[in-house]
Nanobody, 124 residues
Framework: VQLQASGGGLVHPGGSLRLSCTASGGTFTNYVMAWFRQTPGNEREFVGVIRRRGGITAYADAVKGRFTISRDNSENTVYLQMTSLKAEDTGVYYC??????????????????WGQGTQVTVSS
């Protein structure tokens, strides 16, 4: 499975961005889809996750209420809508596909496939 992420960029604090991640080469609905982010010198940090058929999601406390993850299984695409962005949201955002148990979805080591990352910079 190949994952292609896009949609990053530079945005002012309080602004919004929508990231996309399109999968190819596999059966999209076989996988839980997640977003992680990483800043220099730090490990990848869980952002959010969505179940295979959509509908059920989970988020890191730091983004809850500001970020929304969704998926369109007909387009093999997962989205991350980010609003009320803060400087601390700056980082490289990665999409990931895997089959972790729902209780372990925050563990990056359990995901099989990763996108290439897209840079999000929140700055005035």
């Amino acid at each position: 499975v190949q994952l292609q992420a896009s949609g990053g960029g530079l945005v002012h604090p309080g602004g919004s961005l929508r990231l996309s991640c399109t999968a190819s080469g596999g059966t999209f609905t076989n996988y839980v889809m997640a977003w992680f982010r990483q800043t220099p010198g730090n490990e990848r940090e869980f952002v959010g996750v969505i179940r295979r058929r959509g509908g059920i999601t989970a988020y890191a406390d730091a983004v809850k209420g500001r970020f929304t993850i969704s998926r369109d299984n007909s387009e093999n695409t997962v989205y991350l809508q980010m609003t009320s962005l803060k400087a601390e949201d700056t980082g490289v955002y990665y999409c990931a596909a895997g089959s972790p148990a729902w209780g372990s979805v925050r563990d990056a080591t359990l995901y099989y496939y990763w996108g290439q990352g897209t840079q999000v910079t929140v700055s005035s």
